[in-house]
């Protein structure tokens, strides 16, 4: 059996699908594009194509994994190439990987992910401030962050709130300015979490700045999951490409 | 034509009349603003959302730009439950093969999505674009069964549409009906523009040509659109014909107001399905609905003659696909959609004259994938389980459904269902001892003529199935799922009276009582309430039309939801609007009496339906006219059909139905349902089923 792991995105309206949707989207353009994937036994087969984790509903992603097990074997780039085609649009595979007997699980080598907070672009909300100082603003609210030695979030449950420390698990975050799709400059929060503790939400980290902000800081409009891999110096080293995912993208861009 | 660029604007629930007319514009049409940049901000807080988002596999990629007709075909209830529907499937694709025309398809968003596009003024909008409604030339809508009208009522008011069709102007859309349930729009006469009867797939196209054709001209008349849309067979427009009563308050008669009208309007019949191969890219949802597999409609029609059924009645006559059809359908729409599951339509799919070569056929080709094929059909026949089993090869053998309607021999005389008891044991016995584990059966109470007797036959029978069920094995199950009879328009049961809520509810009780002692024989029942809106709705006249509004106003909708007890909102809007719910539902009509639909020709004569009904109050059986010699239900004559039966005319005198299909190709040896103790026939062909009847 070959198995093959993937790296994808789930940009645009496509991010509305639900992780329990994931699957049968994922089967049925796989049967469109006509590759044998492997089922599992049993009375009601399911196309063996797992996740390692689950985006949460209406968040953006570059950095979505699956691994797919084939029944026989496929030429991969020809075949992923077809299958990028005939999933949604907005779901589109970057990476693939064949997967050597023996290899780690998938979920072992996705150490750490990255996630990005959006801000709106200072002309979309007539409260954003302009985008170096925001980014500035949130930098400086970074630095207290990391030397903070507690991080408590609140985790609203049906039997009574639970308050959990995310601190153990951030690695670093720092805020940069990007253009968005329209060209304007754009405040991003990047931060790294490890992944060998509780997950946690990049909203649940926003909420903890928004404290330090004394709760006067812009709300993002979106969330992205970047990518996921190895903890490295100032970023993270994706997990099948190998390639170098910096905290601060383009951090002179806007600053003139 | 060269469209205007894209306004920038904000796309309103009432939109200005400028930019209501640039949309509407004959040529040179604006581009709406899309919905979408103001909808997605509300998407992470609503329930499934992706069921707003339109980018599912086989959707059209035309843009506004792409056509001069536009339509917004719709389905007045969730997207869970509408996407399925192969109506629209059907005239989505025949529609956007047209070069000039756009259509797009809306559901009814869900309450908390509602409740945001009001408080932030969004639109009702089409998924593929998120144009907002009030900009399409036609608002199509399918209305597949009566507790979708609240919800019409509803898109229309969110699609920035006038309520009442005669506040509308030119530069509103076209509000168009169809589905079973349009066979009698009077409730909702002052608020369609049109009612379409019969099969859609080429009506649809002569009404866009008639409405292109109108918009070149550019004079915008809408009284003009409309009195040339009513020349077109089978289209239907309300406000050109006048309901008159008689000093009793009963109907007296509805007449065309204007010269040239048919005093009854015909419904339309495709009369070669072949012709109409659709769907065959359909479109593949992204999140959970009812029915999630590629669906062929093996054939149209069904002529069992069952008393109560309004589909069986009103879609005669039978027209069937070609085996070969059926097959090269299910190939090329599994590649196109990538389904694991292949569903026969019909309204009796074990009828299909070559279903046993079909199903051996799709078996064979499926055997060992992990594609599940399967066959809703609900016959008592122990034909059902060889073909069961045929479509099972892949999959467990679990649960079968057998739909006997009635508990007592004299009642299933009484409604056509010619099945005699043995039948059903005979079925639930080869059914069991073929590894079936749970067996599922149908039935009706409420039925004309029903005495408690027959109810608790209900539970007995239930019984009887249930000890056989339990001689194959301890753990195999029987359910009885009974519901409340709801007569419809164009059935011989139009003139029974429906049996009120509080009736319903005795009659399950005296069920309950009969089958409490068996445990492991499980009891389902419908909500009685529900009966009671669609009763009213199927055979209401035009004088219900306010109490809908007034309902609608007090905020009911999705009616037919267990989460919405829309009842007592109906009650109070009855009272207000003094509609008499008894006076509509539950009392016996007169042969001489009008009814709302008279006008409207289903093609079944009155009289025949008449007659049919009173052969059921003498307990009389009528055969399925496929087997048997003609009995003038009237559908037939001036369709131009092949002919080609079953019935072999040497066997009876009489005319034939027509039928078409071809002889299948034998496929191989094995015997039929994997075991050559099967019968590999449906018991109709027997004669002795004729007999039957006419000793009954």
């Known amino acids: 059996m070959q198995r093959i792991r993937v790296r994808y995105t789930k940009e645009g309206r496509v991010r509305f699908v639900s992780a329990r949707d994931l699957t049968s989207v994922w089967e049925r353009a796989l049967r469109r594009a006509d590759l044998p994937i492997a089922y599992s036994e049993g009375f009601h087969p399911h196309a063996k194509v797992s996740f390692p984790d689950a985006l949460p509903v209406g968040y953006a992603s570059t950095g979505e994994y699956a691994e797919l097990t084939f029944a026989a074997p496929v030429d991969p780039g020809p075949a992923l190439q077809a299958l990028s085609a005939t999933l949604p649009p907005g779901m589109d595979i970057l990476v693939y990987f064949e997967v050597p007997d023996g290899a780690p699980k998938l979920a072992k080598m996705l150490e750490a992910t990255m996630w990005e907070c959006v801000l709106p672009a200072p002309d979309e909300a007539g409260d954003a401030a302009p985008a170096q100082p925001l980014a500035d603003r949130i930098n400086d609210l970074c630095a207290e962050i990391v030397e903070a030695t507690e991080l408590p979030v609140v985790r609203r449950r049906p039997k009574g709130d639970k308050s959990i420390d995310v601190r153990p698990w951030l690695a670093d975050l720092r805020a940069s300015v990007r253009p968005d799709e329209a060209g304007r400059p754009t405040t991003i929060l990047r931060a790294i979490f490890t992944n060998d503790g509780p997950s946690v939400r990049p909203t649940e980290l926003y909420e903890v700045l928004t404290t330090y902000a004394d709760g006067d800081l812009t709300q993002p409009r979106l969330y992205r999951r970047v990518s996921q891999g190895r903890v490295e110096a100032d970023g993270l080293t994706e997990a099948l490409s190998g390639e170098h995912e910096p905290l601060a993208p383009n951090r002179l861009v806007g600053a003139a | 034509m060269t469209p205007r660029t894209a306004t920038p604007l904000r796309p309103t629930v009432r939109p200005a009349d400028d930019l209501l007319a640039a949309v509407h514009a004959g040529d040179d049409a604006a581009v709406p603003p899309s919905c979408w940049d103001v909808l997605e901000p509300h998407l992470p807080e609503v329930k499934k959302p992706a069921q707003y988002t339109g980018i599912e596999h086989n959707t059209s990629p035309k843009g506004w730009g792409d056509a001069d007709v536009r339509w917004l075909l719709c389905y007045p209830d969730a997207y869970e439950v509408g996407q399925p529907n192969q109506g629209i499937q059907i005239l989505y694709e025949v529609l956007n093969e047209r070069a000039d025309t756009l259509a797009e398809r809306g559901y009814s968003p869900w309450v908390d999505l509602e409740e945001r596009m009001r408080a932030d003024d969004i639109p009702f909008f089409s998924l593929e674009h998120h144009y907002p409604l009030w900009a399409f030339d036609v608002f199509a809508v399918t209305l597949p069964h009566e507790l979708g009208h609240t919800n019409l009522l509803n898109a229309l008011d969110l699609g920035g549409i006038p ?113 109409w191969p659709y769907p065959k890219k359909q479109i593949v949802p992204m999140t959970e609905v009812v029915h999630e597999r590629f669906s062929v409609e093996i054939f149209r029609g069904c ?79 122990a034909f059902n389980v060889t073909l069961s089993n045929e479509l099972a090869r892949n999959g467990r053998r679990t649960g079968l459904t057998f739909a006997p309607e009635a508990g007592s021999e004299r009642m299933r005389a009484v409604i056509n269902k010619m099945v005699a008891e043995e039948d059903m044991l005979r079925t639930a016995d080869v059914a069991f001892a073929n590894g079936w584990r749970h067996i599922k059966l149908y039935f009706m109470v409420g039925l004309p003529t029903e005495r408690d007797e027959d109810v608790t036959a209900i539970g007995e029978l239930g019984i009887k199935v249930f000890e056989i069920a339990q001689r194959y094995g301890r753990k195999n199950r029987v359910t009885v799922s009974v519901g409340g009879f709801v007569p419809k328009p164009h059935t011989p049961f139009q003139w029974a009276p429906q049996d009120p809520p509080e009736e319903i509810h005795r009659k399950l009780d005296l069920i309950k009582q009969v089958i409490s002692p068996h445990r492991g024989l499980t009891l389902r029942t419908n909500d009685p309430e529900e009966g009671v809106i669609e009763g009213l709705l199927a055979r209401g006249d035009r004088r219900v039309a306010p109490a809908v509004r007034r309902a609608w106003e007090l905020g009911s909708k999705f009616d037919g939801w267990h989460e919405f007890d829309t009842l007592d909102t109906w009650r109070q809007a009855l009272d207000e609007t003094g509609v008499d719910l008894g006076w509509y539902s539950y009392r016996e009509r007169e042969g001489n009496e009008a009814l709302p639909w008279d006008h409207l020709d289903s093609g079944l004569e009155k009289e025949w339906l008449w007659e049919d009904w009173q052969e059921s109050l003498s307990e009389q059986e009528l055969d399925d006219c496929r087997w048997s010699p003609c009995y003038d239900c009237g559908v037939c004559p001036g369709l131009d059909l092949v002919h080609d039966t ?26 039929l349902g994997g075991n050559a103790g099967l019968p590999t026939a449906p018991a109709r062909i027997v004669p002795a089923a004729t007999s039957e009847g006419d000793e009954a």
């Not at chain 2, 070569?357 to 026949?381: F, N």
């Not at chain 2, 079953?646 to 015997?671: D, F, I, W």
């Open chain 2, 303 to 381: 002529t069992r003659g069952c008393r109560f059924c309004q589909a069986g009645m009103i879609t005669r006559p039978v027209r069937e696909r070609r085996p070969e059809t059926i097959k090269a359908l299910v190939d090329e729409g599994l590649r196109n959609t990538g389904f694991e599951e292949v569903g026969l339509l019909s309204l009796s799919s074990a009828d299909h004259a070559h279903i046993g070569d079909i199903a051996r056929d799709l078996a064979d080709t499926y055997e060992g994938t992990a594609t599940g094929l399967s066959l809703p059909s609900t016959r008592v026949d």
């Open chain 2, 646 to 671: 079953g019935y072999q005319p040497g066997l009876l005198a009489g005319k034939a139905l027509p039928v078409v299909a071809t002889a299948a190709t034998p496929v191989n040896e094995r015997p």
């Open chain 2, 163 to 275: 309520i009442e069709a005669a506040d509308r102007t030119s530069d509103h859309p076209i509000v168009l009906v169809g589905g079973h349930a349009a066979y009698n729009p009077e409730p909702l006469a002052p608020f369609i523009d049109a009612a379409v009867m019969g099969d859609g797939e080429e009506v649809v196209l002569e009404v866009d040509d008639v409405i292109r054709a109108w918009k070149r001209e550019g004079d915008g008349d809408r009284e003009v659109l409309l009195r040339r849309l009513a020349d077109i067979e089978g289209v239907y427009i309300p406000a050109l014909y006048e309901p008159r009563y008689l000093d009793d308050g009963r109907l007296k008669q509805t007449v065309p107001t204007r010269p040239g009208l048919p005093h009854r309007v015909p419904k339309r019949t495709v009369q070669d399905l072949e012709q």
